[in-house]
């Protein structure tokens, strides 16, 4: 099981969103019978095997074990992984541009090269799992209190000058065994609730 999977089939997008699908996926984080799942959410375990079977045939669960009892075959299911996030290629007719009106100060532009983000290193996660590679990236992720709006446009203003010294510095236009990287640096608002995903009653 991966910790993270990215979901770039419209399709597999469209069964991973269906609530009691989505309850399923979190329920086999553990792996998990249909009988099992069945009384877990409260529906019958037909109803459970349909919506096991289409996530199945979508890559978003898989068996882990088939157990005999008297004339039946258990099958033990777990979800591929612990969690999910759904690419913009899903919805590749109208995935956010941010070549089109790009903003330093905008946060609609900003999001939408957060998909972007997520569009690219989920192909990559993507193209390594299938090549047996790790992905080379690197990431920073901390929390700033600003005392004034001043304050925010003054670290602003430094971010970007040591940024832009930092990427003159070792960009190489020239090394012929160079491979190009994008480099993303955000600052938002934090969110005084992040989002929950969905529970399974005990």
């Known amino acids: 099981?991966?910790?993270?999977?990215?979901?770039?089939?419209?399709?597999?997008?469209?069964?991973?969103?269906?609530?009691?699908?989505?309850?399923?996926?979190?329920?086999?984080?553990?792996?998990?019978?249909?009988?099992?799942?069945?009384?877990?959410?409260?529906?019958?375990?037909?109803k459970v095997n349909y919506h096991l079977k289409t996530l199945e045939r979508h890559g978003l669960v898989e068996l882990v074990e088939e157990r005999r009892?008297?004339?039946?075959?258990?099958?033990?299911?777990?979800?591929?992984?612990?969690?999910?996030?759904?690419s913009p290629t899903a919805l590749a007719a109208v995935q956010p541009d941010p070549a089109q009106s790009p903003d330093r100060l905008s946060a609609r532009w900003l999001l939408a090269l957060a998909g972007q983000l997520v569009r690219d290193v989920g192909a990559l996660i993507t193209g390594s799992a299938k090549a047996g590679k790790r992905v080379a990236t690197f990431a920073l992720d901390g929390e700033i209190r600003f005392a004034s709006p001043a304050a925010r446009a003054a670290f602003a203003d430094e971010l970007t000058a040591a940024v832009t010294t930092l990427v003159a510095k070792y960009h190489d236009e020239e090394a012929a065994n160079g491979r190009d990287h994008r480099l993303v640096v955000a600052v938002h608002p934090r969110a005084t609730e992040p989002p929950h995903g969905p529970r399974i009653p005990d």
Do not use: C, H, W
């Open 1 to 46: 099981m991966f910790d993270v999977t990215v979901i770039e089939d419209p399709a597999a997008a469209e069964a991973s969103l269906d609530p009691m699908r989505a309850r399923l996926l979190a329920a086999l984080s553990e792996p998990a019978s249909a009988a099992t799942l069945a009384a877990k959410v409260g529906l019958p375990r037909q």
């Open 69 to 86: 009892k008297g004339n039946v075959t258990e099958r033990v299911m777990r979800a591929t992984a612990a969690s999910y996030v759904i």
